[in-house]
């Protein structure tokens, strides 16, 4: 069955090129296309959508209208996916973006979409219940060298990982332990042992939670670890 997508950007040129992109796509109907978060609310409501595209920033405000549409659907609609487009890297809009999870979730930035076949895999992997961060995203919420940070993920143990995935899905660490048949005092200690192993230092801008969970996001490796725990 094809994936049913609905799409929303102010800008004519480039609600013009995505719809270009979208139509007649093997296994994609283009249901909506829309000028505003207002009338892709209204698509939402009206059309059984798997995934939306949205721009980031729309009227009225022209600032995180996209952002807020990922956020209430998360309430409102909690299987549609979310493809959030920006213009410009705005890690506190992606931060947004994720919280209360990853699943079913991407931000993209314009600038750095260049084919056909990524947005179509992006819809596809959000589709699935995946995410996908764009990794100028993630450099600029890292203090140290993200690319480092990144490939010392390799160094994780199976079970690390599995916490990390748990964490990237908006999981606490309660419901850590309790998903993996764990005590939360273990889980606090892998927890650690993955802060330790990133290499993760105290920020106060952001948590080395959610900087654990942004770098597993980007890594372009993650749906290969052991278990299938990558969340894409």
Known sequence: MALRVGLADDNLLIRE?????LENAPGFELVAVCRDAGELREAIDAEALDVVVV??????T???EGIRLAVLVRETHPDLGVVVLAADCEP???LALLEGGS????????NRLTTRPQLLSTIEIVAAGGSVIDPKVVESLVQHDGTLARSALGALSTREREVLSEM????SN??????????????????????AKLDLPLDPRISRRVRAVLLCLSDPGRGEHANGTGSG
Do not use: C, Q, W
């Open 17 to 21: 090129a995505l719809t270009r992109l």
């Open 55 to 60: 721009d980031a920033g729309m009227p009225p």
């Open 62 to 64: 022209m600032t995180d």
């Open 92 to 94: 506190a809009y992606a």
């Open 103 to 110: 699943d079913g979730r991407a931000y993209l930035l314009k």
């Open 168 to 171: 990237a899905r908006g999981a």
């Open 174 to 195: 309660a419901a850590i332990a309790a998903e993996l048949g764990l005590t939360k005092r273990a889980i606090e200690k892998h927890v650690n042992s993955i802060f």
